[in-house]
């Protein structure tokens, strides 16, 4: 197998920051991934010599190959017409045109595609070029692309002027498809006019027919025995040995007033064979016409409906921005939800998972991000059956680039795992933001948060288009109770991830230094029966073995709650006390506050251990106990989890 380059399959998804290009313009032109699919950093590379359909570079390369199409297809009709052009300067031209598209057919052997059922790009050699081959694009490629006339000029030494080169010459529109192609990419990209891109692809149509049906109609008139019974013959003496750009303005004039049915009469069929083509171009102008007037009406087909609604939406944001003077940075981050939103609609997860039996739904979940879950810190080591419950509650979605997942002092409800993209991990200090770290395929964010029941410490970002899965608390907590070793994994890896952080993500996050300083407190955590197997000399049956598992822990904000089955207010053994913080000012000294933080405590047994804790934290003894209101406190059992103590 031959060795992987360094770039990414996915190319498109690694955007450039929003000064560059815009997050709606990131969305509207990138492949989008299935579920489950790992892309950008960490996804699989693509092979040697093989082009990602999407590179910039190939996509200008395809831009340009347009413009000779729209050569090509004034071009083919022309020559047949007029078959001196064809034999003159314009076979050095067609030469050109062909080696540029013979260029683009050896290039295709390289081009990875997009395999419609996965969503994965295939970077096979062998698969690209038997696709390619066995396709109805390479013989017409070929066909297309091949200079019949100047081949048969090399083998022979002369040049001939017959019919059959000139319809030959009609392989190369083919190459319209292209054309197509662009049409219907420029209606979905939203830089650009739904109406002047459809505007444009119909006057397109207009021109090709108008220019094809002069041409042919030209045509027949030189195939004719008797010049002066044609259409052009009896006004134009001797035409065929006239100017080309004569006979061309004649052509076009004609095809135009027969499109329009104006009819004017000056130009009109003198033969049979001019009458049987005018019946057929003049039934063909019926069709057009409707075509014509139906799309310039409504500008909408049954296709279009969804890319109407996404561009209403958009409007509606924008009017709804500009009426309340939202800042740019906001309108852009909702323009990109929005798109999103219409991109992702295309997958319709929704749609086909809701009707399944839940068994199919988790078997799918468990194909889609289990080995995505399993590599994540929080969980490893835990139970299979744990992992699976897990990643069949997790929902999947899309985020866009520069847009907040998790906002800094927002209430806790889920955490996220990161499938694909990048997120940063930011904060606010003296009203600057600043960066913190970077975050990858399988990290996790918004954990910190769920896990102390805090308000997040950090706003995390998305860094290009990315994919989340997330669970949020509520379920994470209904899971984990019941597997008390699981929990216990879980604490051991969440302090472990706490200890190794950055010293400057580890000042961010409230109370951690003190309480990772606390790490030598050992708490309780729970008593379970297992066998265990003993042999004694006299006795060779199992024994049963009390065994005491404690963690080396400190109780982080709710980790008892989340792990062990619920919160705990009393003071016996085997349990976890409140949490408090404490002052050591009088609750109305503000000048201070900023000098002296609160301490994060567990609430003692008594008022007097409560001072004397107060007096090793603030390094003198207090005597005084208020609460923020002022009130004094004498009774330990009247106070509350997170109260906040003023001791002096």
Not at 100 to 125: G, N, P, Q
Not at 143 to 169: C, D, K, W
Not at 331 to 349: D, P, S, V
Not at 390 to 417: C, G, H, R, W
Request: proline share 4%; net charge neutral.
């Amino acid at each position: 197998m031959p060795t992987p380059d360094t770039r990414s399959p996915m190319p498109l998804l690694h955007r450039r920051s929003s000064g560059e290009i815009r997050n709606i313009a990131a969305v509207s032109s990138s492949l989008l991934p299935a579920f489950g699919t790992v892309v950008g950093e960490g996804s699989l590379p693509l092979r040697n010599y093989v082009i990602a359909p999407y590179d910039r570079r190939y996509r200008w390369w395809q831009t340009f190959l347009v413009v000779l199409v729209v050569y090509s297809a004034w071009s083919s009709p022309f020559e047949l017409a007029f078959r001196k052009a064809a034999a003159g300067s314009l076979m050095h031209v067609d030469l050109t045109v062909d080696a540029f598209f013979l260029t683009d057919i050896i290039l295709t052997f390289f081009v990875a595609y997009l395999d419609k059922s996965t969503y994965l790009l295939v970077d096979d050699h062998k698969m690209i070029a038997t696709r390619y081959v066995t396709h109805l694009w390479f013989p017409m490629d070929v066909a297309s692309t091949m200079p019949f006339q100047f081949i048969y000029r090399i083998l022979t030494g002369e040049l001939h002027r017959g019919e059959v080169f000139g319809f030959l010459n009609l392989l190369r529109l083919w190459r319209l498809r292209r054309v197509s192609e662009l049409f219907s990419r420029l209606e979905k990209d939203t830089r650009f006019s739904y109406f002047w891109t459809r505007y444009c692809k119909l006057i397109s149509v207009t021109l090709f027919a108008v220019h094809s049906a002069g041409c042919f109609y030209y045509w027949l008139a030189t195939q004719h025995k008797v010049a002066k019974n044609t259409w052009i013959g009896a006004l134009v003496d001797n035409f065929q040995h006239r100017s080309i750009w004569l006979g061309y303005t004649y052509s076009m004039y004609w095809s135009i007033v027969t499109l329009t049915t104006v009819g004017y009469g000056d130009l009109h069929a003198e033969n049979t064979g001019e009458k049987v083509f005018n019946i057929f171009y003049m039934l063909f102008n019926i069709g057009l016409t409707a075509y014509l007037i139906g799309n310039m009406t409504n500008l909408v087909v049954h296709s279009a409906v969804r890319t109407f609604a996404m561009r209403d939406a958009i409007n509606e944001i924008l009017r709804y921005g500009s009426k309340n003077r939202l800042p740019e940075g906001l309108k852009e981050q909702m323009l990109a939800h929005m798109q999103l939103k219409f991109k992702t609609a295309e997958l319709q997860q929704e749609e086909v998972l809701q009707d399944l039996p839940k068994a199919i739904r988790s078997s799918i979940a468990q194909h889609l991000f289990r080995r995505t879950v399993e590599n994540t810190y929080l969980f490893k080591g835990v139970s299979d059956d744990l992992i699976g419950q897990m990643v069949s509650d997790m929902k999947a979605e899309y985020f866009p680039p520069k847009v907040e997942i998790i906002l800094q002092n927002e209430i806790p409800t889920d955490f996220y795992i990161v499938v694909s993209g990048a997120v940063d991990v930011l904060t606010y200090k003296n009203g600057m933001e600043q960066f913190l770290c970077k975050l990858g395929a399988k990290d996790m964010f918004g954990e910190i948060g769920v896990i102390f029941n805090v308000p997040q410490p950090f706003m995390v970002r998305t860094k290009r288009l990315s994919q989340v899965i997330r669970i949020s608390h509520h379920h994470f907590k209904q899971m984990v109770q019941p597997l008390t070793e699981d929990g216990s994994t879980m604490i051991s890896n969440f302090v472990q991830y706490l200890k190794g952080l950055k010293k400057e993500v580890q000042e961010e996050i409230p109370f951690l230094a003190e309480l990772l300083g606390d790490l030598n407190v050992e708490v309780n955590f729970h008593l379970r029966m297992v066998p265990r197997t003993q042999k004694n000399a006299s006795d060779n049956n199992p024994k049963f073995t009390m065994v005491r598992y404690e963690i080396c822990a400190t109780y982080f904000g709710d980790l008892h709650d989340i792990f062990a089955g619920g919160p705990t207010t009393t003071t016996s053994e085997n349990t976890i006390l409140l949490r408090l913080v404490i002052h050591g000012h009088h609750p109305d000294d503000k000048t201070t506050e900023g000098d002296r933080p609160g301490k994060l405590i567990h609430l003692p047994q008594s008022i007097e251990d409560l001072l004397s804790l107060a007096e090793k934290k603030f390094g003198k003894r207090g005597h005084t106990i208020l609460m923020a209101d002022g009130s004094q406190v004498e009774d330990l059992s009247a106070l509350r989890e997170n109260d906040h103590l003023f001791i002096f």
